[in-house]
């Protein structure tokens, strides 16, 4: 059974002897992981296999890690890796892949490769989403490398600058817009969102960036657009511009069309943040995927 890594770190020199229940509630660690490490935790210091009762001095090197109960499929996957610390890992999702394993999907999902990519690379960590993106929204995705750094982004509340590349269907009428509607769930659907007084508060500024008109097969506008973000509602850019009256181009599912494109024409592109354990700013792009670069033509 594979084991992920939550805690590697030395001890600074000037610290005093202290208790590992006292060095772990410095890590910020919930306490349930803190339950579960002092239950199922496998503890080394100095490379030495130890107890939660040992205890811990100034220049030891403690490693605690867990056996994972659930761990997914190795699947081999070529990675577009943006950016990639000890602590978070920024990949560059292509389209059609799913974040994580369903009830009916076990393989091919990012999880598989980015757990294959971690024994490859002989790391011990596992797969921990900041955020997530829908199956055919392409673009960067955040991983903590274990639940301690994700807790971190929780805790220290991390704000994101989040930019995505979109193409709608038609010419979008302004060329710039701020969208404040709420979103809520459709009613007598499980996946569907719309725009309704009763849902959450929900932001979308859209800039233009070029209008296009094709010919062949039927003349057709279409908008390529950059949106921030200001919140994570789920489907926000999808719902918005759906109920605004220019659905994404492939967006079956809110009004859209596959004439020009398979899947929806939504591309996250950047994203701006605080890494929660270095503070270093992080500003990190991905470029516009093949499909959308067709769609959006030479002219852009």
């Known amino acids: 059974m594979s ?10 020199d000037a610290v005093h002897t202290q208790s590992m229940n006292h060095i ?15 239950n199922d935790g496998i503890i080394t210091i100095n490379d030495k296999p130890s107890t939660w009762d040992t205890l811990v001095h100034g220049g030891d090197h403690l490693v605690m890690e867990i056996e994972l109960q659930q761990s997914f499929n190795l699947t081999p996957m070529p990675l577009d890796i943006v950016y990639e610390d000890e602590y978070i890992l920024i990949i560059n999702k292509a389209p059609g892949v799913l974040m994580h394993p369903t009830s009916t999907v076990r393989d091919g999902t990012l999880a598989n490769g980015v757990l294959h990519y971690y024994s490859e690379s ?17 673009g960067i995705v955040i991983i903590a490398k274990t639940s301690v750094v994700q807790n971190e982004f ?35 659907s499980i996946i569907e969102r719309q ?28 908008t390529h657009i950059r949106c921030l973000l200001y919140t994570g509602r789920t489907h926000q850019i ?20 596959l004439h020009c494109i398979k ?26 995927p093949a499909d959308m670069k067709q769609l959006i033509g030479a002219t852009d």
């Open 3 to 12: 084991k992920a890594t939550i805690i590697d770190l030395i001890i600074d």
């Open 122 to 138: 002989n790391q011990h960590y596992d797969f921990h989403p900041v955020h997530r993106l829908d199956k055919d929204t392409s």
């Open 195 to 222: 725009c309704t007084l009763s849902g959450k508060p929900a932001r979308t500024d859209i800039t233009v960036i070029n209008r296009i008109t094709t010919g062949a097969p039927r003349l057709q506008s279409h």
């Open 24 to 38: 772990i509630k410095q890590q910020h660690i919930s306490q349930r992981m803190r339950r579960k490490l002092r």
């Open 238 to 257: 999808r719902v918005h511009l759906s109920h605004l009256g220019f659905p994404l181009a492939g967006d079956d599912l809110y009004g859209g069309h």
């Open 154 to 188: 929780d805790r220290k509340h991390i704000n994101f600058l989040k930019t995505y590349d979109a193409v709608v269907e038609g010419s979008v009428f302004t060329d710039y817009m701020s969208i404040r509607w709420p979103i809520g769930r459709k009613p007598g």
């Open 263 to 288: 899947r929806q024409a939504l591309h996250a592109s950047c994203v701006s943040f605080h890494h929660p354990i270095t503070n270093e700013w992080l500003e990190l792009y991905a470029p516009v």
